[in-house]
């Protein structure tokens, strides 16, 4: 219970929760439940720790917590799309420059093939 109370945990987000605190304190949250006077000490404690406007953490809502895992997939997703597009054009011309290069190779096998740079800019304008 200090430990999150002073802003310091090891275990977990140090968000003021029952949750967090019988995750600190390695034990069952039914152990913790039949530990009445210490949840009571617990909700005092809280309540004046964050009455007193201290950098210790709000608890965050369950629906807080599933907006900011949306947020971070949403970013996710908008990087891979990112990261797919430029796959993608960069496998349309190495797909368009081995077509080029098997046609050369089959139309004259001692065809130079150094000339590829030609054949780009020319579908370029």
Not at 60 to 74: G, N, Y
Not at 77 to 102: F, H, P, Q, V
């Amino acid at each position: 219970m200090t430990r999150l109370l002073d802003g310091h945990p090891r275990i977990t987000d140090g968000a003021l929760t029952k949750k967090n605190l019988y995750l600190e304190a390695e034990v069952s949250r039914a152990t913790m439940n039949r530990a009445r006077d210490l949840l009571l000490e617990w909700d005092a404690a809280v309540a004046e720790t964050l009455g007193r406007g201290t950098k210790a953490k709000k608890p965050f809502s369950e629906e807080q917590h599933l907006k900011r895992q949306l947020k971070e997939a949403k970013a996710e997703i908008t990087a891979l799309r990112s990261r797919l597009a430029g796959a993608a054009s960069l496998i349309a011309l190495l797909t368009e420059d081995n077509r080029y290069l098997t046609d050369r190779i089959n139309a004259a096998p001692t065809a130079r093939l150094a000339d590829i740079d030609e054949y780009r800019s020319k579908g370029q304008e």
